[in-house]
């Protein structure tokens, strides 16, 4: 399993500022996910980052409005650059796991970042 | 384009059994799952099952897969108040090489006292 640390966990942003969303990852993975979780809806993939390569971003989100870094393979954050209040949501780390020697994988969450733009 | 499809609300009295439906379109995909999400915290894995299965039972929690009309299920048998949260049904999916999770829209179930 995977123990995931995600912060803040909470925040409230004025519009038109950015907010930098860490997660820290009790293993090394190679891959970690950013998803998005607005009120009422399922989760969205934002875009996944491997280490030493630039994060692949899922239609209908860009660099420029979420860029992320990935600078080792425990670590990961995802920026919410000039927030509005259609960006409020939760937003969630998620790495993959598995047992070694099987062919199963499982997602592991962050317990995520409450956003709230005004 | 993949989807996964499940109704938004689910009341049930403690002490019976909850079904929660969820629909998926592909059928490629090899596991299926079941995650819980409960007010402020983050997804955790319930339970799983490997698309060749029909059923999968974990104590309180069967799996039905009905893979030709690529329905899925979750029973929670004796449901109690600390089962309400919302459910989320997820299959994994490889699109172009990216292996990704594509999750349903949630079912938030309310257990009565």
């Known amino acids: 399993s995977a123990v995931i640390s995600q912060k803040p966990s909470r925040d409230i942003c004025q519009r038109g500022t950015s907010l930098t969303i860490q997660c820290q990852v009790d293993?090394?993975?190679?891959?970690m996910f950013w998803y998005r979780q607005q009120p009422g809806q399922s989760l969205t993939l934002i875009a996944t980052?491997?280490?030493?390569?630039?994060?692949?971003?899922e239609s209908g989100f860009v660099i420029d409005k979420f860029p992320i870094s990935r600078p080792n393979l425990t670590f990961s954050t995802l920026t919410v650059s000039n927030m509005s209040p259609e960006d409020s949501s939760i937003y969630l780390c998620?790495?993959?796991?598995?047992?070694?020697?099987?062919?199963?994988?499982?997602?592991?969450f962050g317990q995520g970042t409450r956003l709230t733009v005004v | 384009g993949e989807d996964v499809e499940q109704s938004l609300f689910l009341s049930v009295r403690e002490g019976d059994s909850s079904v929660i439906n969820c629909t998926y379109t592909?059928?490629?995909?090899?596991?299926l799952y079941w995650y819980k999400q409960e007010p402020g915290a983050g997804l955790q894995l319930l339970t799983y099952i490997f698309s060749n299965m029909d059923m999968k039972q974990d104590q309180r929690l069967t799996v039905l897969l009905n893979k030709k009309d690529k329905h899925l299920s979750l029973r929670i048998a004796d449901t109690q108040t600390g089962d309400s949260a919302i459910y989320f049904c997820?299959?994994?999916?490889?699109?172009?090489?990216?292996?990704?999770?594509?999750f349903g829209t949630g079912t938030r179930l309310k257990v009565l006292a």
């Open positions: 980052a491997n280490q030493g390569s630039e994060a692949t971003y």
């Open positions: 293993s090394q993975v190679t891959m």
């Open positions: 592909d059928s490629s995909s090899t596991y």
């Open positions: 997820a299959e994994s999916s490889t699109t172009s090489g990216t292996y990704k999770y594509i």
């Open positions: 998620s790495v993959e796991g598995g047992q070694a020697g099987s062919l199963n994988t499982e997602a592991f």
